[in-house]
C-alpha cells in the first residue's frame, strides 16, 4: 500500500491528531524474535514528523526490532467515542550514552510534583548509562474518530446497507 508523503502529513496535522501526539502512551507492536506479534505500551514524543520512543539497553524488543524493523503503533483515548491515530513505519535504532532527552520529555507530562520529577530523573540518570531511541517516521496512518472517519470494515458495511435500501 503506497500512501503519499502529503497525505501522510495532512492527516498528522490534523487537530486530533495533534491532540493524540501529544499523549503519554502509544501502544508498540512488532514481531518477537519466536515470530509471535508483541503489542507493548511505551512512552512517546512527537517530533514534528518522527514518533521516539526510548528503551534501556537489553530490553528484548531491541532484538525483535533489529531483525524485523517493521512496526506499527496505536495512539487512542478512553472516552466515547474513541480517538484513534493508527501509524506504521520502520523502526530505526539509535543507541546514545546517557538519558536522550526524548526520555525526559515524554515523561514531562505525568503528574509529578516538581519535588518527585527531581527525585525520578535522578532515579532515571542512576540507572541508566545509556538508551537506545527507537524512531519511526510514519509510511502510513489513519485517523479514526467514529464521528468523520471510520473503520474501513465499518464504512465498508455502511456502503453495503446504503446499496441494499437504494
Not at 492527516?11 to 486530533?16: D, S, T
Not at 487512542?76 to 513505519?89: A, F
Request: aromatic share 6%.
Amino acid at each position: 500500500m503506497t500512501v503519499r508523503q502529503n497525505e501522510i502529513t495532512e492527516v498528522l496535522n490534523r487537530p486530533i491528531s495533534q491532540e493524540l501526539l501529544a499523549r503519554d502512551l502509544t501502544r508498540l507492536a512488532y514481531v518477537a524474535k519466536d515470530g509471535t506479534p508483541r503489542n507493548v505500551p511505551i512512552g512517546f514524543t512527537w517530533n514534528g514528523s518522527q514518533v521516539v520512543m526510548c528503551t534501556s539497553t537489553n530490553a528484548p524488543k531491541l532484538h525483535s526490532l533489529r531483525a524485523n524493523p517493521a512496526v506499527a503503533l496505536t495512539i487512542d483515548t478512553e472516552v466515547h467515542p474513541p480517538k484513534l491515530l493508527l501509524i506504521r513505519g520502520r523502526a530505526e535504532l539509535d543507541a546514545v550514552e546517557g538519558i536522550p532527552d526524548e526520555y525526559l520529555q515524554m515523561n514531562g507530562s505525568y503528574q509529578m510534583t516538581p519535588e518527585q520529577r527531581v527525585e525520578w530523573e535522578a532515579q532515571v540518570r542512576s540507572l541508566y548509562d545509556g538508551m537506545v531511541r527507537i524512531v519511526v517516521t510514519p509510511t502510513w496512518v489513519k485517523l479514526i474518530d467514529f464521528e468523520t472517519n471510520l473503520p474501513s470494515a465499518v464504512e465498508e458495511l455502511i456502503q453495503q446497507q446504503e446499496r441494499q435500501r437504494t
